[in-house]
Nanobody
Framework: QVQLVESGGGLVQAGGSLRLSCAAS????????MAWFRQAPGKEREFVAG?????????YYAESVKGRFTISRDNAKNTASLQMNSLKPEDTAVYYC??????????????????WGQGTQVTVSS
């Protein structure tokens, strides 16, 4: 049984930092794209960042988080992380870890992702 478990969410003041982690179990995702999405109340789930599984581990970010968020992965541990700096109130959302087993490149389309975590709440106060 495949499971993705996120952790690291919480309440932080604007300008602060949080680090989210995603631990995968049930299968190895060393050859899968890993990504983070988020969903704010009343809004669609949106792509935040993704990282490919190829040697170069290419990363891609939504424009709204470029320069502030950094995605990384550790294939040996079957984990992915999202370092979030300079947080803004508009970053408040439930953050989800997701895995795409069908592509070598990062897609922003949530329908391309096969596995999802249960989400972790990030709240940024002004």
């Amino acid at each position: 049984q495949v499971q993705l478990v996120e952790s690291g969410g919480g309440l932080v003041q604007a300008g602060g930092s949080l680090r989210l982690s995603c631990a995968a179990s049930g299968r190895t995702f060393s050859r899968s794209v890993m990504a983070w999405f988020r969903q704010a109340p009343g809004k669609e789930r949106e792509f935040v960042a993704g990282i490919s599984w190829t040697t170069s581990s290419m990363t891609y970010y939504a424009e709204s988080v470029k320069g502030r968020f950094t995605i990384s992965r550790d294939n040996a541990k079957n984990t992915a992380s999202l370092q979030m700096n300079s947080l803004k109130p508009e970053d408040t959302a439930v953050y989800y870890c997701a895995v795409d087993t069908g592509r070598s490149f990062v897609s922003a389309g949530k329908r391309n992702y096969d596995y999802w975590g249960q989400g972790t709440q990030v709240t940024v106060s002004s």
